[in-house]
């Protein structure tokens, strides 16, 4: 699994810092709402019926930093940033990957980390992918998805001759590939790394290379430019005394992150 890739900010002392506290000073009114799918470990899940993950554990700390609550609002994740568009929320916290047209809806704060799409296959199958960057592109390969990630957008632009596969969650198409019903699912690393810890998938692989890098970031209302740099400068403090590194590590292995 030294393929599975997880690229975070840089290192440093796990305390937060005073620079951290003086950028949240100013109280906001009001819970912030936080919109999150919590299907995606190890960024966002249930575990015994409580949100957890590194989205979660950022969520806590951002509560301490404003000073008001960060309260989740659980949402399909197609349908997060049309509730954000409208009002229902105030931010996204479900490792959502930066992209061109989703910054034509929102507006995203600094990124927290990055992540790649990756091949998944089965483990029998490791020989005839040994180099996915070229076998995945046979002509009539069955390459599932799940829609409203990116994934989809990599399958759709790159994977031409392919048969794609459409699914309304990681779990569903895992399975499929599991079962026959697809040759290749494309998902991002965090996937890659639930299955390569989950028994559960214990006969498949994801295949080294990754496909693409993207960047992990929370989003915020457009003209919701406050709240971004409130959040920017968080973001900014945690970056330079480890504060990232110290949540992210608690969900990764160190020898799946890439600084």
């Known amino acids: ?9 840089g290192c440093g002392s796990v305390q ?13 009114q009001g819970p912030i709402r936080a919109g999150i799918t919590p299907t995606y470990p190890p960024l966002i899940f249930l ?11 950022f969520a806590e700390a951002l509560s301490a930093e404003l000073k008001t609550p960060v309260v989740f ?8 940033i049309n509730s954000l568009v409208k009002g229902e929320i105030d931010m996204i916290m479900s490792g959502m990957s930066v992209t061109a047209k989703r910054e034509t809806q929102v507006r995203f704060v ?22 996915p960057k070229e076998a995945i592109y046979i002509n009539g390969l069955r390459v599932g998805y799940q ?18 596969v459409k699914f309304d969650s990681a779990g569903a198409g895992l399975e499929s590939l599991q079962n026959g019903g697809i040759e290749v699912f494309i998902h991002d690393s965090p996937t890659a790394w639930q299955i390569h810890d989950n028994p559960k998938y214990s006969d498949l692989i994801a295949v080294t290379a990754p496909l693409t890098r ?6 915020v209302r457009k003209d919701d430019k406050a709240l971004a740099d409130r959040l920017n400068a968080i973001l900014g403090a945690w970056k330079k005394n480890g504060w990232i ?6 969900w990764v292995p160190v020898s799946l992150i890439m600084k």
């Open 1 to 9: 699994m030294a393929g599975v890739l997880l690229f975070a900010w």
């Open 16 to 28: 937060k810092s005073q620079t951290t506290r003086d950028n949240a000073k100013q109280e906001i």
């Open 47 to 57: 575990k015994n019926g409580k949100v957890s993950g590194i989205e979660a554990d």
């Open 73 to 80: 609002v659980e949402k399909p994740f197609p349908e997060l």
């Open 110 to 131: 600094r990124p927290y980390m990055h992540v790649g799409q990756m091949a998944i296959i089965r483990k029998r199958d490791s020989q005839r992918f040994a180099q």
């Open 147 to 164: 829609r409203g990630t990116t994934g989809l957008a990599f399958a759709a632009e790159k994977l031409l001759l392919a048969e794609l």
């Open 214 to 219: 993207e960047p992990l970031a929370w989003a």
């Open 245 to 250: 590194d110290e949540i992210i590590g608690r």
